[in-house]
């Protein structure tokens, strides 16, 4: 909500825009890719930006809620809170993030980008001051994986001012809590910043027995800087970060039976479900403008990850998705005697780790960048089964704890080494860029099986060494000051994992070509983009429900071809006092396999040539619309998506193959209490709408049902 009408209400707005803690430019050049959104307009290709006001609007906590307004972007809801995003863009495989690079501050953020790139840690959404995405041909500039795209998130800002910051206190349904506080600021050439984020709930599931469904997440981040030189922009950035959560979350779904009769149930077996995870975040930035049209910059980075999603593995003796939700449906219903449950220990600790750096100059009409990145990366897999029974009181009994590392007992690691040229070259009307990127990468694991778990006996060993060139070329034309067109084609790569019969790499050419305009109070951009793969990967994880014996494999859909449009377009209207700004996104998908193969690969199964991708709807669109005066504002958005197959399939979608389409609206209410206060409303899910989001892990799982936060925020 911006401040209006008032030379009071403009002169704090100038400061808290210019100076406090909300500002989205970054004080650092390689912690943005974009910048901001006026810059969105000269990337050579598609992207988007959505700054600390967008993210404002809503109050989202979830970053898979704000990424509906990205055509382009797709996203699976698991938890209902975001706690682990799918995200997915052009048709690559939405499961934790894994087909596409996930920054902080233009640092990885995914626990072992190369190693393991299933990504279930996520920097914390809540606390961060934009979003930048990037889906086109400039996307190799980050790597590792570039055929889907990037998503950059950009933490909060140290402020210009002596003092600066803001609180933001929430409560909700299901006992929702939230505290979001920042301070900072800046004296002579020393300044930093400290923010804490916490917030919690009960969770909006139910279980039989008196344990809650919910979650618990703290964040604190801490920045200080120092100027060397102020001329010069000569400066020392140095970033911690802390991160904790505790959530009762499960894969065990519901039958299709249950979810119709009481969709936000839980079944007494996955009571003892629970994920605990800590992180830790050390990175220094340093900047140095070299002369008016050149600078250098390094970053060191360093992230330990630990989690522990303690959750069913096995429900009498059956696995999820093969009859253990019916089982556990049954028992409920009539709870005799006792039934054996398997839980296993998904124990695992990740450590990522690098230098990486820029130089970045203009020679004539050339902006030129020249990138580094030093990285290594590891997943230590140390997992057990512990073993109980659920007698008829729906108490759980453990009969037999497994011994750490008897389930699955291995490091995966990966190193690598990349290289990166990418040049901007205007003349006239005509901006022409491209680069490539290098790649020298060794992915290794090192296997001491289920029985050594002193790992005293050498392991067995795996590697699988990838050296590899990424080109990309893309030109923008500016017809009219209002009106530009664009074109792109850029190389897609991910590298095979090790330990796989089937060692080859994923590989694909990537197009797109449109247009962005510009005229009045109307603006938007219309892109097509093909992606044509030699071929494609497929991770099996337990996420996506893979057997358990083939969990870590990797499997080759050889050609697929996946194509679309995305459209984005906003108004700004207005009415007498009142502001009315209108914004839609739309996104049309089509994508096929061009082989017959079979897999046990769960959402893909025994593929015949044509089948469509799971999990990719043909058509998503976000609407909204908003209402704004000098002291309030109204918010809608409404987010529609077709049905969607959770197999490979072609035809029409068979009962429980498939995903109902949707709409759900989101509603958001802002009043100015004082120039520096306000209080909010916003409520998720207004309608209430019951829906399935995911068939992933075997069962249904619920998406959130309606919930409202009522929340207050003061700015100094």
Same mark, same amino acid.
């Given at each position: 909500?911006?401040?209006?009408?008032?030379?009071?209400?403009?002169?704090?707005?100038?400061?808290?825009?210019?100076?406090?803690?909300?500002?989205?430019?970054?004080?650092?050049?390689?912690?943005?890719?974009?910048?901001?959104?006026?810059?969105?307009?000269?990337?050579?290709?598609?992207?988007?930006?959505?700054?600390?006001?967008?993210?404002?609007?809503?109050?989202?906590?979830?970053?898979?809620r704000i990424l509906g307004s990205v055509p382009g972007v797709y996203v699976m809801e698991e938890d209902g809170y975001g706690l682990r995003p799918n995200i997915g863009m052009r048709g690559v495989s939405l499961n934790r993030s894994e087909k596409i690079t996930i920054m902080e501050d233009g640092v990885l953020a995914a626990p072992a980008a190369y190693a393991a790139p299933s990504a279930y840690y996520f920097p914390t959404f809540g606390r961060m001051s934009a979003v930048e995405v990037l889906k086109g041909s400039s996307s190799i500039m980050y790597g590792p994986r570039t055929t889907g795209g990037v998503i950059n998130l950009v933490s909060r800002q140290i402020p210009d001012a002596p003092?600066?910051?803001?609180?933001?206190?929430?409560?909700?349904?299901?006992?929702?809590?939230?505290?979001?506080?920042?301070?900072?600021?800046?004296?002579?050439?020393?300044?930093?910043?400290?923010?804490?984020?916490?917030?919690?709930?009960?969770?909006?599931?139910?279980?039989?027995?008196?344990?809650?469904?919910?979650?618990?997440?703290?964040?604190?981040?801490?920045?200080?800087?120092?100027?060397?030189?102020?001329?010069?922009?000569?400066?020392?950035?140095?970033?911690?970060?802390?991160?904790?959560?505790?959530?009762?979350?499960?894969?065990?779904?519901?039958?299709?039976?249950?979810?119709?009769?009481?969709?936000?149930?839980?079944?007494?077996?996955?009571?003892?479900?629970?994920?605990?995870?800590?992180?830790?975040?050390?990175?220094?930035?340093?900047?140095?403008?070299?002369?008016?049209?050149?600078?250098?910059?390094?970053?060191?980075?360093?992230?330990?990850?630990?989690?522990?999603?303690?959750?069913?593995?096995?429900?009498?003796?059956?696995?999820?998705?093969?009859?253990?939700?019916?089982?556990?449906?049954?028992?409920?219903?009539?709870?005799?005697?006792?039934?054996?449950?398997?839980?296993?220990?998904?124990?695992?600790?990740?450590?990522?780790?690098?230098?990486?750096?820029?130089?970045?100059?203009?020679?004539?009409?050339?902006?030129?960048?020249?990138?580094?990145?030093?990285?290594?990366?590891?997943?230590?897999?140390?997992?057990?089964?512990?073993?109980?029974?659920?007698?008829?009181?729906? @108490?759980?009994?453990?009969?037999?704890?497994?011994?750490?590392?008897?389930?699955?007992?291995?490091?995966?690691?990966?190193?690598?080494?990349?290289?990166?040229?990418?040049?901007?070259?205007?003349?006239?009307?005509?901006?022409?860029?491209?680069?490539?990127?290098?790649?020298?990468?060794?992915?290794?694991?090192?296997?001491?099986?289920?029985?050594?778990?002193?790992?005293?006996?050498?392991?067995?060993?795996?590697?699988?060494?990838?050296? @590899?060139?990424?080109?990309?070329?893309?030109?923008?034309?500016?017809?009219?000051?209002?009106?530009?067109?664009?074109?792109?084609?850029?190389?897609?790569?991910?590298?095979?994992?090790?330990?796989?019969?089937?060692?080859?790499?994923?590989?694909?050419?990537?197009?797109?070509?449109?247009?962005?305009?510009?005229?009045?109070? @109307?603006?938007?951009?219309?892109?097509?983009?093909?992606?044509?793969?030699?071929?494609?990967?497929?991770?099996?994880?337990?996420?996506?429900?893979?057997?358990?014996?083939?969990?870590?494999?990797?499997?080759?859909?050889?050609?697929?071809?996946?194509?679309?449009?995305?459209?984005?377009?906003?108004?700004?209207?207005?009415?007498?006092?009142?502001?009315?700004?209108?914004?839609?996104?739309?996104?049309?998908?089509?994508?096929?396999?061009?082989?017959?193969?079979?897999?046990?690969?769960?959402?893909?199964?025994?593929?015949?040539?044509?089948?469509?991708?799971?999990?990719?709807?043909?058509?998503?669109?976000?609407?909204?619309?908003?209402?704004?005066?000098?002291?309030?504002?109204?918010?809608?958005?409404?987010?529609?998506?077709?049905?969607?197959?959770?197999?490979?399939?072609?035809?029409?979608? @068979?009962?429980?193959?498939?995903?109902?389409?949707?709409?759900?609206?989101?509603?958001?209410?802002?009043?100015?209490?004082?120039?520096?206060?306000?209080?909010?409303?916003?409520?998720?899910?207004?309608?209430?709408?019951?829906?399935?989001?995911?068939?992933?892990h075997g069962g249904v799982q619920p998406g959130k049902y309606r919930t409202m936060q009522l929340g207050y925020t003061y700015q100094f």
């Amino acid at each position: 909500m911006k401040f209006k009408h008032s030379l009071i209400a403009t002169a704090i707005a100038s400061l808290i825009s210019s100076n406090a803690c909300a500002d989205d430019s970054g004080g650092f050049e390689q912690i943005s890719i974009i910048g901001s959104a006026t810059e969105v307009n000269d990337i050579p290709g598609s992207g988007a930006y959505l700054g600390s006001d967008d993210i404002a609007e809503f109050e989202y906590t979830d970053i898979m809620r704000i990424l509906g307004s990205v055509p382009g972007v797709y996203v699976m809801e698991e938890d209902g809170y975001g706690l682990r995003p799918n995200i997915g863009m052009r048709g690559v495989s939405l499961n934790r993030s894994e087909k596409i690079t996930i920054m902080e501050d233009g640092v990885l953020a995914a626990p072992a980008a190369y190693a393991a790139p299933s990504a279930y840690y996520f920097p914390t959404f809540g606390r961060m001051s934009a979003v930048e995405v990037l889906k086109g041909s400039s996307s190799i500039m980050y790597g590792p994986r570039t055929t889907g795209g990037v998503i950059n998130l950009v933490s909060r800002q140290i402020p210009d001012a002596p003092l600066a910051g803001n609180m933001n206190i929430s409560l909700g349904q299901d006992n929702y809590r939230k505290v979001h506080g920042v301070a900072g600021g800046s004296v002579d050439n020393i300044s930093g910043v400290i923010e804490l984020f916490t917030y919690q709930a009960d969770g909006f599931k139910n279980l039989p027995v008196n344990v809650d469904t919910g979650f618990k997440k703290n964040d604190i981040l801490a920045k200080f800087r120092v100027v060397l030189d102020q001329r010069q922009k000569h400066q020392v950035e140095v970033k911690f970060k802390y991160s904790d959560e505790d959530s009762n979350e499960t894969y065990v779904g519901l039958t299709d039976e249950d979810f119709a009769k009481t969709p936000y149930n839980r079944y007494a077996a996955s009571q003892l479900d629970n994920m605990d995870t800590q992180h830790n975040s050390y990175q220094i930035n340093y900047e140095y403008e070299l002369s008016d049209n050149s600078e250098f910059n390094l970053s060191a980075y360093y992230n330990d990850f630990h989690r522990n999603w303690y959750k069913v593995n096995k429900i009498g003796g059956l696995k999820l998705g093969g009859g253990a939700e019916e089982l556990a449906s049954d028992y409920d219903q009539n709870p005799i005697g006792n039934l054996a449950v398997d839980i296993k220990a998904n124990n695992r600790d990740y450590l990522s780790q690098g230098v990486q750096s820029q130089f970045i100059t203009t020679v004539d009409d050339h902006n030129l960048t020249f990138g580094l990145r030093v990285h290594k990366d590891e997943m230590d897999r140390f997992q057990w089964v512990d073993k109980f029974n659920l007698n008829s009181d729906l @108490v759980m009994t453990l009969t037999g704890a497994g011994t750490p590392g008897t389930d699955s007992n291995r490091i995966d690691s990966g190193s690598a080494v990349a290289v990166y040229v990418y040049d901007e070259f205007t003349y006239n009307d005509f901006v022409i860029s491209g680069g490539f990127r290098y790649e020298d990468m060794t992915i290794e694991r090192d296997d001491w099986g289920k029985s050594d778990v002193t790992r005293s006996a050498t392991p067995t060993h795996k590697e699988l060494s990838t050296t @590899v060139v990424i080109p990309s070329v893309a030109m923008t034309y500016r017809i009219s000051e209002d009106v530009l067109v664009l074109a792109g084609v850029h190389k897609g790569f991910a590298p095979a994992a090790p330990g796989n019969v089937q060692t080859e790499e994923e590989q694909s050419w990537n197009y797109e070509i449109g247009t962005r305009f510009s005229t009045g109070r @109307v603006s938007g951009e219309v892109i097509g983009f093909y992606s044509d793969y030699a071929n494609m990967h497929g991770n099996c994880t337990a996420s996506q429900g893979c057997d358990e014996d083939n969990i870590g494999n990797q499997y080759n859909a050889g050609e697929v071809e996946i194509k679309g449009v995305e459209l984005s377009l906003s108004y700004a209207a207005t009415a007498g006092s009142f502001e009315m700004p209108l914004s839609l996104a739309y996104t049309y998908s089509d994508s096929q396999f061009s082989n017959n193969f079979n897999s046990s690969f769960g959402v893909w199964g025994n593929v015949v040539s044509g089948d469509e991708i799971p999990y990719i709807p043909e058509q998503q669109l976000q609407l909204k619309v908003g209402l704004e005066n000098e002291d309030w504002d109204l918010s809608l958005a409404g987010r529609y998506l077709s049905e969607m197959r959770v197999t490979a399939g072609q035809g029409t979608i @068979v009962q429980g193959d498939g995903i109902e389409s949707r709409t759900v609206w989101d509603l958001s209410a802002k009043y100015m209490v004082a120039n520096n206060q306000q209080v909010y409303l916003s409520v998720d899910n207004l309608f209430d709408k019951a829906y399935v989001a995911t068939r992933a892990h075997g069962g249904v799982q619920p998406g959130k049902y309606r919930t409202m936060q009522l929340g207050y925020t003061y700015q100094f």
